[in-house]
Nanobody, 120 residues
Framework: QVQLVESGGGLVQAGGSLRLACAAS????????MGWFRQAPGKDREFVAR????????YTADSVKGRFTMSRDNAKDTVYLQMNSLKPEDTAVYYC?????????????WGQGTQVTVSS
């Protein structure tokens, strides 16, 4: 069983930066794929970024490409989402998720989310 806890959210002005962290309790094996998602009020949850587990590849949504960067530190069982050049439309609750089988279409574990609010 893996529990995920996000942190680092907050209120920031447009153009600013935040770094979200997602700490796993219970071992987060290096071959787990990790992902970041977000959900704005009244909208469906959407994909933000993910990696492929141990091969180090990352993928980001077009809406955040060039602004958001995902990374992980397996020694700390933590993944990060560096968010730069933030826009008001980035306002959402951000969730991290873990996938035991990187080839699976389903994430197995989810965090409780952290609020990011970008003011104009």
């Amino acid at each position: 069983q893996v529990q995920l806890v996000e942190s680092g959210g907050g209120l920031v002005q447009a153009g600013g930066s935040l770094r979200l962290a997602c700490a796993a309790s219970g071992h987060m094996y290096s071959n787990y794929a990790m992902g970041w998602f977000r959900q704005a009020p009244g909208k469906d949850r959407e994909f933000v970024a993910r990696d492929s587990g141990s091969d180090g590849r990352t993928y980001t949504a077009d809406s955040v490409k060039g602004r958001f960067t995902m990374s992980r530190d397996n020694a700390k069982d933590t993944v990060y989402l560096q968010m730069n050049s933030l826009k008001p439309e980035d306002t959402a609750v951000y969730y991290c998720a873990a996938k035991i089988n990187p080839a699976s279409g389903t994430f197995d574990y989810w965090g409780q989310g952290t609020q990011v609010t970008v003011s104009s």
